[in-house]
């Protein structure tokens, strides 16, 4: 690994402010998407060690909760500053193992340690609230305390920020934590335990556990130590989760799948709303949840929006995320490589045209050409299904209720995005989308300070901001008689 940090390459999982392999020494090798090379391996650890881990969060507990937001608060900012420190060597381990351009690796290093940045203030202003009782000698006191031992299982498109997001929150209120992170994605997550632990959590209170996302998850979501599961993933895993948490009743945050319509109205600004499209549809190579999927365009603006989006995405530079100026990447493997195959067969077998792209990139592997196609309709499994890699479906349309039922048919709904001028439209098409989450003008609104999160099957909960807190309290009621 080309870093000049070399000891933020770990190949061992944390458990209880140790470095440890699998008891049955196995381990699961790391690719770089790129170039297929294996760049390293990780302990292979199952049950038993998720056990561990689980109870030496449980162990670091009462320490950690105890500890006043303000002392919590400083171990928090010396991590946030570490991270910073080490931005460009982050970034590279991220974008060997996960493929993303490395610009986008250096803007997911500051914004993942914008979350540690912003909860390790936020983490100080866990109000309580005090009611008038209906009787005189009685007083009601509302508090906030920390839910307990917490699991965050993390995707591997943002392997650091998904962590950070989940686990700073957690952290700054006193929660010790549990990570899994992807398997095609550990070192990020491990390079964040190093230094977490260069910047004095006790031990315990942050554990990494590599190994198989299934006993590791079903641990996880079935052990009652565990009092919140906090997942971002694919709809399919979190029903699975959802329902293995039920059987002890767990607080969960679910950040699932996202089908995002992005639309451009007649009145648009089409040169912006063009960049706000590719910015978030291309961004991690089509590989967010929040990436526009179907881009809806006012009929009068259509041929204009298409000609010139196309022109933006030919410009594109494919290839290895570490060369500079490359701006989409391979995509994770080859399973999300057929399945964008697939999408783009179909939806042209059912009659939609291709402006650019359409096949595999040259550079063969699991790179895929940036794709445009238009005239796409309802009958294309592109439509309903999320993609996932860097292919753009334009739809005409030609007035705003139309487009809203369109927008909103579907069983998703974390992000949408809309250009519009005219600020009553404004008002009733952002208030009529049926998403946790609308950028209007824009095609980028991830930000710590504000509160991510979808409806529907995109999930549950909110991460960042000040709501992101309420997922890791609990709500106690103290009724204080004899006054
Ligand atoms: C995701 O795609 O899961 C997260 C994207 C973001 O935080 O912007």
């Known amino acids: 690994m080309d870093i000049k940090n070399k000891d933020l390459f ?3 999982s944390f458990i209880n402010g140790e470095w440890v392999d699998a008891i049955n020494s196995k381990t699961i090798n790391v690719n770089n998407p790129a170039t297929q090379e294996i760049i390293g391996n990780v302990p292979n650890c199952g049950k038993d060690e998720t056990i561990s881990a689980i109870r030496s969060a449980k162990n670091s507990w009462k320490d950690w909760s105890s500890k006043t937001s303000k002392e919590r608060s400083n171990i928090l900012k010396k991590w946030f500053n570490l991270i910073e420190e080490n931005q460009e060597d982050l970034a590279r381990i991220m974008t060997i193992e996960q493929g993303k351009p490395i610009t986008e690796s250096r ?8 979350f540690v940045e912003w909860f390790a203030e936020e983490g100080k202003r866990v109000y309580g609230d005090t009611i008038p009782d209906v009787f005189q000698d009685r007083r009601i006191l509302v508090i906030k305390q920390p839910v307990g031992v917490v699991a965050a299982i993390t ?3 943002f392997p650091s920020s998904m962590i950070t997001r989940k686990c700073a929150p957690a952290l700054a209120v006193g929660c010790p934590v549990v990570i899994k992170p992807a398997s095609q994605t550990p070192f990020s997550a491990l390079a964040l335990g190093v230094l977490a632990e260069k910047a004095g959590f006790p031990k315990g209170t942050i554990n990494i556990i590599t190994g198989s ?16 599961l906090s997942f971002t993933g694919s709809t399919e895993v979190g029903k699975i989760l959802l329902r293995q948490c039920s059987s002890t009743v767990k607080k969960v945050s679910m950040e699932l799948g996202g089908h995002a319509p992005f639309i451009a109205f007649e009145d648009a600004d089409i040169d912006e709303a063009v960049e706000g499209a590719f910015l978030s549809k291309f961004r991690n190579t089509g590989q967010t949840c929040v990436c526009s999927n179907r881009l809806f365009i006012h ?23 570490l060369e500079e100026g490359v701006i989409s990447g391979p995509l994770i493997d080859q399973f ?3 399945k964008v195959e697939e999408h783009v067969h179909d939806a042209v077998n059912v009659g939609a045209k291709i402006a650019i792209g359409g096949k595999k990139h040259k550079l063969g592997g699991t790179f895929y050409e940036p794709t445009v196609l238009f005239n796409v309709t309802n009958k294309a499994r592109i439509t309903y299904e999320e993609t996932f890699g860097p292919v753009a479906p334009i739809y005409k349309f030609n007035n ?10 579907s069983p998703y709904g974390l992000a949408s995005y809309f250009y519009s001028r005219d600020i009553g439209k404004i008002w009733r098409v952002a208030e009529a989308l049926e998403y946790g989450m609308v950028g209007v003008n824009t095609g980028i609104m991830s930000k710590a300070e504000a509160p991510f999160g979808g409806i529907k099957e995109s999930g549950l909960g909110r991460e960042g901001s000040k709501y992101g807190l309420d ?3 609990e709500v106690k009621y103290i009724n204080i008689a004899g006054i």
């Open 471 to 473: 997922d890791f309290l």
């Open 213 to 228: 996302a299934k006993e590791i998850g079903e641990e996880l979501s079935t052990n009652p130590i565990v009092r919140k």
């Open 10 to 12: 770990r190949q061992q």
């Open 336 to 338: 999300s490589f057929r």
């Open 107 to 114: 803007g997911e290093i500051t914004y993942g340690a914008s």
């Open 299 to 321: 009929e009068k603006i259509h041929d204009e929006f298409v000609e010139k989006f196309t022109i933006k995405v030919r410009n594109m530079k494919v290839g290895n995320g």
């Open 400 to 409: 705003e209720d139309e487009v809203i039922n369109m927008a909103n048919d």
């Open 155 to 157: 995707p591997w498109n």
